[in-house]
């Protein structure tokens, strides 16, 4: 079943102006922060929310948050991540374009809550319609006094940028995104020091992923209770689950946390397209380990996906049938590694380029029986040996399509063709 | 700071809290590999190398970016640690070609090295190695990027400490990271190439062989050559550096870092200028005039053409007949045995090197009780100011390492840098730069001092200034109101008082000049009027005081210290101090009055010296007032020229001794802050050439005078406890930081406010525009880097600076030929636009050898002033 | 000159916004791509002088990001998703088509200086798969018939 709170609106195709906002109660959750609550106490709401960070890691927000110091003497600075680029990941988008006023007053609320006074919202390049209405949005916010100097008369003022990208995955990587923002190239940075005392500019910053964000109005109106009654345990309220691939029925939905993903697939997504049968499902986005059709019964949430050796990522589910080859499959998603490597640290600049080098190998028919455990041993250096996650993303798909699928790769090492010729719906038909 | 106590491979350790792993492990003598990481440049964790695994945490970690903390037990070579070094090594050599054999770093090579140390035994990878391809039909794929630099791609770990270095520790701009993952190239910005002051150091810090030059590539093995330790002298900073030698000869020099001197970078002309020692136009030979002719004789020869000179002229004219000039680039043993001869044999005290000032070579008395002459600031001490305030310095060419450490407070402390300049320069790009009219400098600083006053942003307590003495120093000053100085500076008013409160408002400000002010007609007065400001602001507090009067030349301390003026003995004592001095020579110093450079000139002309030894400098060159220098040297019935090259001075000798440079002799230097450094001897004197010392120390036994040294390490060895005050210390004894010789008198703030006057300099007025000369790119003085091939690849040709407009007007354009005249001469040149050059001056970069500025000079004029015609 | 009036004064614009002047090199880069098509070392220098930057930081960043493309390319650059979810549904299949149709190999620009065809990692569209990006606009859910209007109305418009 669809829960929609964050989705509520965005079928209305004025909900991106303000005035369609406003009497859809947007921007009193705003005015309400800056009248009635403290900083520290809406830190502390949005901590008894629950609300988990919606980019891929999953971080409790309000406990960023407070990783903020109050007596730093320097700006502090609250960024909104846009940079979606995770393969299977569209949803941000969906909000920016549809429902910006949500994304701008989540910004607002939580750069009240941490004290800053300078707001950026990365958007990546490509999207330069999203950009465009998120920067009509925080006009059209700055015209009526929910942006700006002594913003409805408190005293507090917030300034907002829109600031795109030029195309790197890496810099949805908070620190990488930072550099970028900084004008530099998007590599990421060591930690620590962490963002929150070190980021933006050598200041204090919190880095929200646009989703996360666009929460928090809806968690100050309804209240943290409220927030932390959907969802299960330790996964609290809804999440955008963008189904892509094989399917009848492609889409953004979404959905309650620890809703089975065979309720996705099947019932929402119509099921496998032309009736074919199940092969693959990556879960969480292209980073996540691959998923087999035993196991499609899980409930999609943060504890539940993990136990399965998977992870909830950022909620890409990207179907494949039967008809499709594991190793070209790997081999794609190894070749979008090695491009979106920042080149930084050895491992992951190397690591991708070697894992790309032997898997094009193995599909091209050039594959070696040695090869299955060189592209293991490359995934072994590569985990949680890198400068930032973009290694761990990297590696964990090759590792799990080459497990999972061993005896595919075997075959094609073997007899030099795929066990599984690719048989997509050509486009155009 | 707090002890923390923890485990590495089950050692127990105390360290500070604070030190990473790696900083404890190296303190400790515990090996980790590193390769991105230096402990000069910020750490970036990037290599991964360096990883070592902790107990109770789950991944492993970099050792470069993680704290040790209490109680934390760490391996550094546990199974875990080194399978995961194997899997970055195997990253690594993924792409790296094996080329060892024909690679220049093969032998010192950090990658070889640790590859030796936990490679594989056997190669997993198939792939073909990535190339950056520079050429088909090769593959080097050498790519030079610079004068001096060659970039192999294929070899690069990306490490970037070469475009970090460039960026944080140089502030330049000319090397960066293209594109990204595994195609990532280090190159130039588009169009330029890497030729930066401190470009070679990209090289040594390079840990594999994908940078090197032109200067030592495929020359020689590294594991064939000797190294010995040397110090740089062609500026007052002193780096530490080694010579690499083969078969007698040098084929590099490279820093040996020295963190109280040069923080581990050299520049390149610390780096390249060496070349000057196996240079062609080396004297070979002693030469003697004969039938007008210079031709080349024995030591013997020479040596009785000079004590038949000298016997005769003191005969004649007493001791004082003869003279001495040296220049600043000698050893101390040089000066010292130079002084012992002249005073203590021949018995006279005629003796300078002051040869670049026209008037007033020493500092009046006035400004040598207010302590503000010497210094007694280190280059540590550059590292903690919030302000520096250079006024009159090119400071990035005079005293390139010691910029860096501007710029390392910067870095560190957000230290902001003013320069106060009559010609724009360098470190401008760091910092705000004010270009003021020729001449207008007292007025300015005086103008500065009075803003602060007048706005009361001085702290009266702290300062000990009361009413009555600003009272007085406000009247007294009144002609320096803001709108006069900025009318006669060309400052605007906003910009002086931005500049005031800057000044103000520093925590602590270092105030620093250089060339400019020490050339200056009223150099002590600039000095003065310094004085008052730091007073004010005060800066003169504590020790060490807030003024540094950089000089000239780079053994211009040693100069000081050795007694290199007529009326100084070693150590800086008066003549008449001799008996306070405990060595025998000193007892037998003429009580008679010396000459300086103007007296010993003047004396010349009037046929009351006969003899001079020129050691070390050409004057021709280098005298400001070439057609008086001319005369008055070939007035002498005897000069003795002692050099390293046949001089312009040379050329007019009556001898002409072949002199070895410091890379063939041992001895010490004496760096700006008076830390005197040891150097070994690196290869033999080449050809018949002899070090000075080892010349008078000849000299002197023909005139039955036996010194007794056999080195350079003899003489220091004497003069030792006399610097020292350590009767035991001797050159093998000589710590790593040198010895430093405190040379100033303690500030004096009591002595309150002085009173400081302008006066119009004597100039001649049918000229417009005013020349000031300095050193042009890569270069330092005359005579030596001009022979060092590499740093001709910089810069190799002279030229005319003026500003785009003032070469309009003239109808120039850059590489046009202008002649520049006055007087007293010309010079013909072509023309580079430089830009923030004022319209009113002419800039000439003078080390070149086709045109020396001094033609243009005359002693008696204050300011050259030139005129200039397109040819 | 190689950037307009119109361009500089607006990158000039991007100068308070940001408390530090680097931040404006992506988005002088993104105008300077968006009225040029491309960029190279000349626009480099000209951002470095109008932003008073250093050149090699101007030139170092617009490399690492691909989204610009460094050479001239047709009025109408054509990047075609092949990642993942738009590859399930036959990416591969329109690339060959569009390289087929418009008579050039990727990378390549058709004589007319129209189009220019060049594969690029995930759009962000995946659940609207196949997805092609020309210029600043998506293009998404595409069908033969969707691209060959697409094409036609492009080529109307010259």
């Not at chain 2, 070349?275 to 002719?293: A, C, K, N, W, Y």
């Not at chain 2, 020129?614 to 007035?635: E, M, W």
């Not at chain 2, 001897?681 to 050809?687: E, K, L």
Request: proline share 5%; charged share 25%.
């Amino acid at each position: 079943m669809e829960l929609k709170v964050l989705f509520k609106y965005t079928d209305d195709p004025d909900q991106y102006k303000m005035d369609t906002y406003i009497s859809h109660g947007g921007y009193k959750a705003w005015e309400k922060v800056l009248k009635e609550i403290k900083p520290d106490e809406v830190i502390e709401i949005v901590k008894q929310s629950g609300v988990r960070g919606r980019g891929g890691a999953g971080f409790p927000a309000g406990v960023k948050w407070g990783f903020v110091p109050k007596d730093s003497p320097k700006p502090k600075y609250l960024v909104c991540n846009g940079d979606e680029s995770e393969p299977g990941t569209c949803k941000d988008r969906v909000l920016m374009e549809n429902d910006p006023h949500r994304v701008v007053e989540g910004m607002a609320i939580s750069s009240y809550a941490i004290g800053a006074h300078h707001a950026f919202i990365y958007i990546r390049g490509e999207f330069v319609f999203p950009a465009e209405r998120m920067r009509g949005a925080i006009e059209e916010a700055y015209e009526k006094g929910f942006l700006g100097k002594d913003i409805l008369g408190t005293g507090y003022d917030l300034e907002m940028t829109v600031h795109t990208g030029g195309g790197a995955y890496i810099c949805g990587e908070e620190t990488a995104l930072l550099n970028s923002l900084e004008g530099k190239p998007g590599m990421s940075r060591i930690r620590p020091p962490f963002p929150a005392i070190e980021g933006l500019y050598a200041s204090p910053t919190v880095v929200n992923n646009v989703e996360t964000l666009a929460n928090v109005p809806e968690i100050i109106n309804r209240g943290a209770d409220w927030y932390a009654g959907m969802g299960t345990e330790k996964s609290k309220g809804t999440r955008i689950f963008c189904l892509s691939g094989h399917v009848k029925k492609p889409g953004n939905y979404e959905l309650e946390l620890g809703t089975p993903l065979r309720h996705l697939i099947y019932d929402l997504g119509g099921g496998i397209l032309d009736d074919k049968e199940l092969k693959a499902v990556i879960p969480g986005g292209s980073s996540t380990p691959v998923l087999t059709p035993d196991q499609i019964d899980v409930p999609m949430d943060f504890e539940s996906v993990a136990e399965i050796g998977s992870m909830l990522g950022s909620c890409g589910v990207i179907v494949m049938h039967e008809d499709t080859c594991m190793v070209w499959a790997a081999t794609r998603l190894a070749y979008f590694y090695m491009h979106e490597s920042c080149g930084k640290c050895t491992p992951c600049r190397m690591g991708t380029q070697w894992m790309y080098q032997i898997l094009s190998r193995i599909e091209s028919g050039e594959g070696r029986p040695e090869d299955m455990d060189h592209l293991l041993s490359a995934c072994d250096n590569i985990e949680g040996q890198t400068l930032c996650p973009l290694g761990d993303a990297a590696a964990m798909p090759v590792r799990s399509f080459a497990k999972t699928f061993r005896e595919e790769f075997e075959y094609h090492i073997e007899h030099k063709k795929c066990m599984v010729q690719n048989s997509f719906p050509s486009f155009g038909q | 700071m707090s002890e923390i106590k923890l485990t590495i491979n089950g050692r127990e350790i105390v360290a500070t809290k604070g030190m990473t792993i790696l900083d404890v492990a190296l303190e400790n003598g515990i090996d980790i590999p590193t390769f991105c990481w230096h402990p000069k440049l910020k750490t970036v964790g990037a290599c991964r190398i360096c990883l070592v695994e902790i107990e109770k945490w789950p991944k492993l970690q970099v050792s470069c970016a993680t704290d040790a903390t209490d109680g934390m037990v760490v391996f550094t070579n546990s199974d875990r640690v080194v399978k995961a070094r194997q899997g970055v090594i195997e990253f690594i050599l993924l792409n790296h070609p094996l080329d060892c054999p024909t690679c220049d770093k093969g032998g010192e090579c950090p990658l070889q090295n640790v590859v030796y140390k936990y490679g594989i035994d056997r190669a997993r990878t198939i792939e073909p190695r990535q190339r950056f391809i520079v050429n088909e039909d090769s593959t080097f794929d050498d790519l030079p990027i610079g004068p001096e630099i060659i970039r192999n791609q294929n070899r690069c770990i990306h490490c970037f400490r070469c475009t970090r270095m460039v960026e944080e520790v140089f502030e330049e701009d000319d090397l960066g990271s293209y594109n990204r993952g595994h195609i990532t190239e280090i190159l130039p910005p588009p169009g330029r190439e890497i030729r930066n002051l401190y470009s070679g150091n990209v090289v040594e810090y390079c840990p594999v062989g994908a940078l090197t030059n032109r200067d030592f590539r495929y020359k020689v093995r590294v594991w064939l050559t000797e190294q010995k330790k040397t110090i740089c002298n062609f500026c007052p900073d002193g780096c530490n550096l080694t010579a690499w030698t083969f078969r007698d000869k040098i084929y590099r020099t490279t820093s040996r870092r020295n963190d109280r001197v040069d923080d581990g970078f050299i520049c390149d002309i610390g780096r390249y200028g060496y070349q000057f020692v196996h240079h062609p136009d080396r004297l070979t030979s002693p030469m003697i005039r004969r039938g007008g002719e210079l031709v080349e004789c024995t030591w013997d020869e020479v040596y009785d053409a000079i004590i038949c000179k000298l016997k005769s002229i003191k005969e004649k004219l007493g001791p004082e007949g003869v003279a001495s000039l040296v220049g600043e680039d000698c050893s101390n043993e040089d000066y010292y045995v130079i002084g012992k001869f002249l005073r203590s044999v021949v018995g006279s005290n005629s003796i300078d090197h002051r040869l670049h000032r026209k008037k007033k070579l020493s500092y009046g008395e006035d400004l040598e009780k207010l302590g503000i002459v010497g210094t007694n600031l280190t280059i540590d001490d550059l590292e903690s100011p919030d302000l520096f305030v250079i006024v009159g310095s090119d400071l990035h060419s005079e005293n390139p390492i010691s910029a860096l450490r501007l710029l390392k407070a910067k870095r560190n402390n957000d230290a902001r840098l003013v320069l106060i300049n009559p010609v724009p320069s360098r470190l401008s790009r760091s910092g705000t730069e004010y270009i003021h009219k020729c001449n207008t400098e007292v007025q300015l600083i005086t103008c500065l001092a009075r803003i602060i006053v007048r706005e009361k942003l001085y702290n009266a307590d702290e300062t000990g200034l009361d009413d009555r003495q600003i009272e007085k120093f406000l009247n007294d000053t009144d002609d320096f109101t803001i709108e006069n100085v900025s009318d006669a500076s060309g400052i605007s008013k906003d910009d002086l008082t931005l500049l005031a409160r800057q000044i103000a408002e520093a925590k602590r400000a270092v105030f620093i000049t250089g060339r400019h002010v020490s050339l200056h007609y009223r150099r002590d007065m600039v000095l003065t009027a310094l004085f008052n400001l730091a007073l004010i602001t005060n800066n003169l507090r504590g020790d060490p005081k807030g003024i540094l009067a950089l000089r000239i030349g780079s053994n211009n301390r040693g100069c000081y210290l050795f007694g290199m003026r007529p009326d100084r003995l070693p150590i800086n004592r008066r003549v008449d101090e001799k008996d306070s001095l405990s060595s025998d020579w000193l007892t037998g110093v003429s009580d008679r009055k010396g000459a300086d450079t103007i007296d010993i000139l003047r004396q010349i002309e009037e046929s009351k010296v006969e003899l001079t030894f020129a050691v070390g400098t050409d004057p021709v060159t280098s005298y400001p007032d070439y057609n008086y220098i001319c005369s008055t040297l070939t007035k002498l019935d005897f000069l003795v020229v002692a050099d390293l090259y046949l001089t312009e001075t040379a050329k007019i000798a009556d001898v002409v001794l072949p002199l070895s440079s410091c890379m063939e002799t041992s001895g010490s230097f004496c760096n700006w802050e008076g830390r005197v450094q040891i150097f070994e001897q690196v290869v033999n004197p080449i050809s018949l050439s002899r070090p000075a010392w080892q010349i008078f120390t000849d000299l002197a036994a023909r005139l039955e005078v036996e010194f007794g040294y056999k080195s350079g390490e003899d003489v220091f060895n004497e003069f030792a406890p006399m610097i020292s005050g350590d009767t035991k210390l001797n050159f093998r004894t000589v710590p790593e930081s040198g010895i430093c010789v405190p040379s100033a008198t303690p500030v004096n703030r009591s002595a309150g406010l002085q009173p400081v006057s302008v006066r119009a300099p004597e100039l001649d007025q049918k000229h417009e525009y005013v020349l000031i000369t300095g050193n042009g790119d890569h270069h330092i003085g005359r005579n030596r880097t001009t022979r060092s091939e590499s740093l001709n690849r910089f810069q190799s040709e002279p030229y005319v600076g003026l500003s785009e407009r003032t070469a309009n007007e003239l109808a120039l354009s850059d590489g046009d030929l202008v002649k520049v005249e006055n007087d007293f001469g010309k010079i013909v040149c072509v023309v580079k636009y430089i830009d923030g050059l004022r319209d009113d001056v002419v800039w000439i970069p003078d080390n070149f050898p086709e045109i020396s500025a001094n033609v243009l000079k005359n002693r008696e004029i204050e300011i050259d002033m030139v005129s200039l015609v397109k040819v | 000159m190689i950037l307009n009036d119109e361009t500089v004064k607006k990158i000039k614009a991007t100068v308070p916004i940001y408390p530090q002047r680097r931040s404006c090199i992506l988005p002088a880069l993104t105008l300077a791509y968006w009225q040029e098509g491309h960029l190279n070392d000349d626009i480099y220098r000209e951002i470095s002088d109008i932003l008073d930057l250093k050149t090699v930081d101007v030139a170092s960043a617009a490399s690492f990001y691909t989204m610009f493309p460094k050479a001239p390319v047709g009025k109408y650059y054509i990047q075609v998703c092949h990642n993942i979810s738009c590859a399930l549904l036959g990416a591969d299949s329109l690339i060959d088509y569009l390289a087929q149709k418009l008579g050039v190999k990727l990378g390549e620009t058709t004589e007319d200086g129209l189009f220019t065809v060049v594969t690029v990692e995930c759009l962000g569209s995946c659940t609207t798969a196949p997805v092609m990006q020309i210029n600043n606009d998506y293009y998404e859910n595409l069908t033969r018939e969707k691209v060959d209007q697409i094409l036609e109305d492009l080529r109307k418009q010259g």
